[in-house]
């Protein structure tokens, strides 16, 4: 079992900064990859950062690309999303999503929220 708890979510206006923290109950290089993800009201959940953990290749959402950072502190065990520019659509339940191996099940943390006030 991996446990996930996400902390860092809040009320900001637009154009503002959050910086998301994802805390894994065990090393995060033990992982395939980390991710984060988001589900807005009558939306489905979608991807918004990867890494994969060998390497430390990164992927964005085309929306969030160049105001968005995945990046992980590995003595922590803690993966990491800087939202910058904020805008109203990036209202979410933003989630931290962990692999154990390719084609594996996820693990998901409990997502905090996070609304921008236009």
């Known amino acids: 079992q991996v446990q996930l708890v996400e902390s860092g979510g809040g009320l900001v206006q637009a154009g503002g900064s959050l910086r998301l923290s994802c805390a894994a109950s065990r090393s995060i290089l033990s992982f395939y990859s980390m991710g984060w993800y988001r589900q807005a009201p009558g939306k489905e959940r979608e991807l918004v950062a990867r890494?994969?953990?060998?390497?430390?290749?990164?992927n964005y959402a085309d929306s969030v690309k160049g105001r968005f950072t995945i990046s992980r502190d590995i003595a922590k065990n803690i993966m990491y999303l800087q939202m910058n520019s904020l805008k109203s659509e990036d209202t979410a339940v933003y989630y931290c999503?962990?692999?154990?191996?390719?084609?594996?099940?996820?693990?998901w943390g409990q997502g905090t929220q996070v609304t921008v006030s236009s």
């Open positions: 999503n962990v692999q154990q191996g390719l084609g594996r099940a996820p693990y």
């Open positions: 890494m994969i953990s060998d390497g430390g290749s990164t």
